[in-house]
Structure formats: structure tokens, C-alpha cells
């Protein structure tokens, strides 16, 4: 089956640690992002990817880092300096390079949680 | 600024009664895009429906139906007849033409009870 796969699904992390949310599309898609989402809140953008080896902050991008080695993956760190990580995590993906015209499908979530 | 304003938070209704859930945004963009997910518990976001800002044609899918209203900036969802599977937060969302990113609403909390 085609999809976004996303793991783990809960995620405890103490404070100053980093952690890495894994991300991986099968849907042979060039784009993927990463969306935070906070309760009560809709979905903001945290970085951006459009092709392999290429990536592009959003909104929130302080206190993550990302890397696009593969096409299929798009792993998101969230560093220490991240000073409020507990949250829902999304990644998405889409099949052109254009994130403001093409659509997006979400894997099911990583929920961090800072202990 | 918040460019997509979902206004109702929750919104409760008996099985079988119609809901629509409403969608105000704001674009200078004379070309964008509108779009609906549905948010189940499990917290995968669904994809319902993209629409261009070209394409004022309502649309209806099953039990859904959307009416897109560029006059009032306006891109409502409709259900018939709910079923308590309709259950979940939809989240209305914009692109533009001239931005990065898809901008999302708050979204809004729809409990269908038998």
C-alpha cells in the first residue's frame, strides 16, 4: 500500500535531549513537510522540502533541523533549543515541487511529549 | 493575520441531521486554493477535497457538499444526514499562488451522537 508512514507514535523525551521523528513516503512524491500542531490549533509549517538535498524554513523552523538525503525520507529533529517541543507532530507529502498548489496527504502523527 | 477563519469551535448534532461547517478566508491572490481535511481521533489528517479559486461549481461527494462563494470569501461544508463516523475536527486551509504553505483554520469540533 502507498502512504506516509510516520514512527514512532508517542515519543517521551527529557528535557535537553534532541529526539528524531521519522518520516517516510513511498508515494514516489518530491515534496514533504513537517507541520507542528498544538491543542486547539491548526497546523503550522516547520520546514519544507521540494527535492532531495534541498529544504526551506517555515514558520516555526527555530529549534528543529531537518535533512532530505532520500526522496523517501525527510527526518525532523527537534534540538533542545526547542523551548516548547510537546506537541503533534505531522509530516506530509505531494507529488509536484510546488507546496502552494499541490495537495497534500499527512501521515498519522508522532505525539512528543517533553517529560 | 489568521487568512482562514473557522468561527464555530465545536459543534454537536444528533445522527442524522445535517451540519455545515463554515470557512472565511483572505487572499489578495488572485489565484488560490481551498481545501478540507478531516482530522478522525486517530489524528491522521484525511484529504477531502481541493478546489481552485477558478472553479466557483459546488461540489458534492456522497453525503458531503461544499459551496465555494468568492463574493462572501466564503467555502463552506456540508454533511447530510450525519452518521457518528462524521465525528472528527475538520480543518479548512488556503494556499496562494505567491506563498509556500498551506495556511490552516483552527478548526472546527463536530461530535455526531446517536
Known amino acids: 500500500d502507498g502512504g506516509i508512514t510516520q514512527s514512532p507514535k508517542y515519543l517521551f523525551r527529557k528535557e535537553g535531549q534532541n529526539v528524531t521523528l521519522s518520516c517516510e513516503q513511498n508515494l514516489n512524491h518530491d515534496a514533504m513537510y513537517w507541520y507542528r500542531q498544538d491543542p486547539g490549533q491548526g497546523l503550522r509549517l516547520i520546514y519544507y522540502s521540494q527535492i532531495v538535498n534541498d529544504f526551506q524554513k517555515g514558520d516555526i523552523a527555530e529549534g528543529y533541523s531537518v535533512s532530505r538525503e532520500k526522496k523517501e525520507s525527510f527526518p525532523l529533529t527537534v534540538t533542545s533549543a526547542q523551548k516548547n517541543p510537546t506537541a503533534f507532530y505531522l509530516c506530509a507529502s505531494s507529488g509536484g515541487q510546488s507546496p502552494s498548489t499541490d495537495t497534500q496527504y499527512f501521515g498519522p502523527g508522532t505525539r512528543l511529549t517533553v517529560l | ?114
Open chain 2, 1 to 114: 493575520a489568521q487568512k482562514v477563519t473557522q468561527a464555530q469551535t465545536e459543534i454537536s448534532v444528533v445522527e442524522k441531521e445535517d451540519v455545515t461547517l463554515d470557512c472565511v478566508y483572505e487572499t489578495r491572490d488572485t489565484t488560490y486554493y481551498l481545501f478540507w481535511y478531516k482530522q478522525p481521533p486517530s489524528g491522521e489528517l484525511v484529504f477531502l477535497i481541493r478546489r481552485n479559486s477558478f472553479d466557483e461549481q459546488n461540489e458534492i461527494s456522497g453525503r458531503y457538499s461544499w459551496n465555494f462563494q468568492k463574493s462572501t470569501s466564503s467555502f463552506n461544508f456540508t454533511i447530510t444526514a450525519s452518521q457518528v463516523v462524521d465525528s472528527a475536527v475538520y480543518f479548512c486551509a488556503l494556499s496562494e499562488n505567491s506563498g509556500y504553505a498551506l495556511n490552516f483554520g483552527k478548526g472546527t469540533s463536530l461530535l455526531v451522537t446517536p
